[in-house]
T-cell receptor
Framework: AQSVSQHNHHVILSEAASLELGCNYS??????LFWYVQYPGQHLQLLLK??????LVKGIKGFEAEFIKSKFSFNLRKPSVQWSDTAEYFC?????????????FGSGTRLQVQP | DTEVTQTPKHLVMGMTNKKSLKCEQH?????MYWYKQKAKKPPELMFV???????INESVPSRFSPECPNSSLLNLHLHALQPEDSALYLC?????????????FGPGTRLTVT
């Protein structure tokens, strides 16, 4: 069964600091990769996605992620965080090679940005 | 319109009650999902409906009963729940269950079982 690991459980940054959140998955076949964000009291929103093509994908609000197939990784980055980026971030994966295409979520990373 | 709506926003029910959660989308999506999310945890898949047919049941107890009356609506019927079933219940939809499509999530129903 596929699994998704987010090793940073709680990250605290000051405004304008750079951000990188790690995401590793276990499945070796063809995958779709996603980062979702959950702001306090709000619903899950898609930040960005990777299906195929350029492994560097850009999402909303200045976020980007890089798919490195050899490392089974899809790390999220932002050059300069803002207080409004305080939220829970979830990496998610689904496999294209099996009949079961449901999303598997990582455990989440809570980002706290201090003014 | 990329919105998934869920009602009610909050629900408190006793262990002997019967209640239903509702989810609606008007994006023409043919796959709809129920997830359960406990505090500070990721969403856990419960059910997947594809073209109005139940496609995946993640071994969910029978006290949770999903229903898909049409392609826009998804219900979750609740009966004889336990306090440990208290959680945020999320509905999501995607264009298709089998393709490379993102899921759009609703705001959730926060359920408390007393």
């Amino acid at each position: 069964a596929q699994s998704v690991s987010q090793h940073n459980h709680h990250v605290i940054l000051s405004e304008a600091a750079s951000l990188e959140l790690g995401c590793n998955y276990s499945y070796g076949g063809t995958v779709n990769l996603f980062w979702y964000v959950q702001y306090p009291g709000q619903h899950l929103q898609l930040l960005l996605k990777y299906f195929s093509g350029d492994p560097l994908v850009k999402g909303i609000k200045g976020f980007e992620a890089e798919f490195i197939k050899s490392k089974f990784s899809f790390n999220l980055r932002k050059p300069s965080v803002q207080w409004s980026d305080t939220a829970e971030y979830f990496c998610a994966v689904n496999s294209m090679d099996t009949g079961r295409r449901a999303l598997t979520f990582g455990s989440g990373t809570r980002l706290q940005v201090q003014p | 319109d990329t919105e998934v709506t869920q009602t009610p926003k909050h629900l408190v029910m006793g262990m002997t009650n019967k209640k239903s959660l509702k989810c609606e989308q008007h994006m023409g999506h043919r796959a709809m999902y129920w997830y359960k999310q406990k505090a500070k945890k990721p969403p856990e898949l419960m059910f997947v409906y594809s073209y109005e047919k139940l496609s995946i049941n993640e071994s969910v107890p029978s006290r949770f009963s999903p229903e898909c009356p049409n392609s826009s609506l998804l219900n979750l019927h609740l009966h004889a729940l336990q306090p440990e079933d208290s959680a945020l219940y999320l509905c999501a939809s995607s264009q298709d269950h089998l393709g490379p499509y993102e899921q759009y999530f609703g705001p959730g129903t926060r359920l408390t079982v007393t």
